[in-house]
């Protein structure tokens, strides 16, 4: 299943996470240190919704992030799914 979301269109994103040995100064030890850097994905926080929509006297079943639950909320749904192309 892709992990898109029907309203705002987010994606997953590539980044990286950086491996550090050592304890800080302000501890008492000698420093950070960089061992390597790790690729890894940044994944939309995503819900399978069944939103209802007066307007076609019916639900609709979407994959939604939490952002875009928030622009259903303050637009409606039937405006929202429409412009998203998902209606």
Do not use: D, Q
Not at 81 to 87: D, M, P, T
Request: charged letters at 30%.
């Amino acid at each position: 299943m892709s992990k898109v979301c029907t309203i705002t269109g987010s994606r997953p994103t590539r980044g990286s996470v950086i491996h550090r040995r050592g304890m800080a100064k302000k501890k008492g030890g000698v420093g950070r240190h960089v061992t390597k850097n790790v690729s890894r994905l940044f994944v939309p926080n995503l819900h399978e919704h069944r939103i209802w929509v007066p307007e076609l006297k019916k639900f609709v079943r979407v994959r939604v992030t939490a952002r875009g639950l928030k622009t259903i909320n303050k637009n409606g749904a039937y405006k929202s799914l429409k412009k998203a192309g998902a209606i």
